[in-house]
């Protein structure tokens, strides 16, 4: 046996990892699973500072609530910053926010960025969560497809805009990391750049042939994604449809206002050329009647053309509503067509060969417990055949679970991470901080650990894909432990006395 640092984990043996196979496959080297169409390289070392998932989307919502209060740009030229563009200019043409990060930017994973360009969305637009996530993901891949495509951009952007792409040649986004700080321009093309608006975005750009086509190519299809994508352009269509009936009641309304004025100011002229002729007025009353009537003649002018420019809004805001709609509709039937294919090639691929091999944990010399994943020869020599890139796991906390490998990892702050049995890569991170001296305890499908909030420590359950569900209120010791007996978990509080709680609830 040669001299490794390894910690075996037999019962787990490879006629077991195909259970992991079919909870989902991993697509790409980074700490969460690449939903985009393009495989982005995200750093996959331990961070040397260790941020919550809310202090990296907050630096987006800052962004994003300073350009929703009227500025221009917002941020540093050296850190992360937007350019907000709006002009009357060009209707042919898109508005768009430029994103960047300057050389400072200390974003490296794809799942981060993706948080940062949540939260811009949902302070500049007030987009809800689930719609800004959505958009971030299309927005990240659009621009890795159109990377340095700077003859494309100004083809579909206003001219002012573009001439605020500065420098040129770091148009759009790569897709690896090392080449993101100081070599990004990103673009989020506008509709109505309204806050509260579904529309503020522009769908249907980031939503082009070439980035559904490259979603294709994934082995899902990127369906789910696609899916969402469809949902919030019904959604938008449905709002758009609402705001053209809003707009075709005040058309009808202004219509009658504008008819009923022309009938007075027509008896008011008829009635005036009467009294002219009678004689029943004096020069000065008619002169003075007859400015009064030719200014509201004038308002009544000004009235039609703002009503003409109304019922062009509305038939602009219904073709819009078509448009969305139809392309639902389109990517619909292209999504039920690549279920159905993807059906039929499980239906005709033969059985998966589960890997073989011993998974283990590789500790690092020296360290005080923390390793990494690995798959061992069972013969005599043992020898490792395949290795995480993942290095920070502590060896105390991998756990199987529901056929996926769970632990905590962290060089500074510790999170949850989920390791892929088949590739050995991290594919998933849980938002919350775990105490470095936590174990990952198990009671049916649920994950318990000991996490930290506010320099505080709280007994938290975690579903299994690491979304925290509930936690105590009353702190726990860093140290504890936790048995679950009659339906009961036990474990200590901050003081060293025993605490009792409810599983589920974890309420005393």
């Given at each position: ?22 909870e989902?496959?991993v ?15 995200s ?23 300073a ?48 948080w ?143 008819a ?20 029943l ?20 002018e000004?009235?039609?053309e ?90 105390r ?23 892929s049995?088949?590739a ?28 930290v ?14 979304a ?34 409810n ?6």
């Open positions: 046996m040669k001299r490794f640092y390894i910690l075996f984990f037999i019962l787990f043996a490879c006629f077991q990892i195909a259970q992991a196979q079919e989902g496959a697509d790409s080297a980074e700490i969460s699973r690449n939903l985009g169409p393009v495989e982005f390289i750093n996959t070392e331990a961070p040397a500072v260790f941020n919550t998932r809310d202090e990296i989307w907050s630096i987006g919502n800052g962004l994003g609530t350009v929703r209060s009227g500025l221009g740009e917002a941020g540093g030229r050296r850190g992360y910053f937007v350019r907000h563009n709006l002009y009357p200019s060009e209707l042919d043409r898109l508005d768009g926010d430029i994103f960047g990060l300057g050389p400072d930017a200390g974003v490296d994973a794809i799942r981060n960025l993706r940062i360009i949540q939260g811009y969305l949902e302070g500049a637009y007030a987009y809800s969560q689930a719609d800004a996530a959505v958009l971030a993901e299309f927005i990240t891949v659009y621009n890795a497809v159109y990377r340095k495509n700077r003859e494309y951009f100004s083809s579909r952007y206003k001219t002012p805009l573009m001439e605020n792409m500065v420098p040129p040649g770091i148009e759009g986004l790569s897709t690896h990391w090392r080449e993101w700080a100081g070599q990004t321009l990103m673009l989020i093309p506008l509709r109505t750049a309204k806050d509260g608006s579904l529309g503020a975005v522009e769908t249907s750009a980031i939503t082009s042939s070439e980035v559904i086509n490259e979603m294709r190519k994934e082995e899902d299809r990127g369906i789910e994604q696609r899916q969402a994508m469809v949902d919030l352009k019904e959604r938008e269509a449905d709002e758009a449809f609402q705001q053209a009936d809003l707009k075709r009641e005040e058309i009808k309304t202004e219509e009658l206002r504008i009923e004025e022309e009938r007075r100011v027509a008896e008011e002229r008829a009635n005036l050329e009467q009294q002219k002729s009678e004689g007025i004096s020069e000065d009353e008619a002169v003075e009647k007859e400015a009064a009537l030719e200014t509201a003649e004038e308002k009544i000004q009235s039609k703002e009503l003409q420019e109304l019922r062009e809004e509305e038939r602009e805001t219904r073709e819009v509503a078509e448009l969305k709609m139809e392309e639902a509709q389109a990517e619909r039937r292209e999504i039920s067509a690549d279920q159905a294919e993807i059906l039929n090639i499980a239906a005709a691929a033969p059985p998966q060969a589960a890997p073989s091999g011993i998974l283990a944990v590789r500790l690092n010399p020296g360290s005080s417990g923390t390793g990494r994943i690995v798959r061992v020869n069972p013969d005599a020599t043992g020898q490792i055949m395949q290795s995480s890139s993942l290095n920070t796991l502590n060896a906390t991998v756990t199987f679970i529901a056929g996926k490998i769970i632990a905590c990892s962290g060089g500074g702050k510790c999170a949850l991470v989920e390791i049995a088949d050995l890569l991290a594919v998933k991170q849980g938002e919350d901080e775990i105490n470095k001296d936590s174990l990952i305890w198990v009671n049916g499908q649920d994950l318990y650990a000991i996490s909030s506010g320099g505080k420590n709280y007994i938290s359950r975690f579903d299994t894909n690491l925290r569900q509930a936690s105590s209120s009353v702190e726990v010791h860093p140290l504890a432990s936790v048995v679950f007996s009659g339906g009961k978990l036990l474990t200590q509080k901050s003081d060293g006395s025993v605490l009792i709680v599983p589920s609830t974890l309420a005393e």
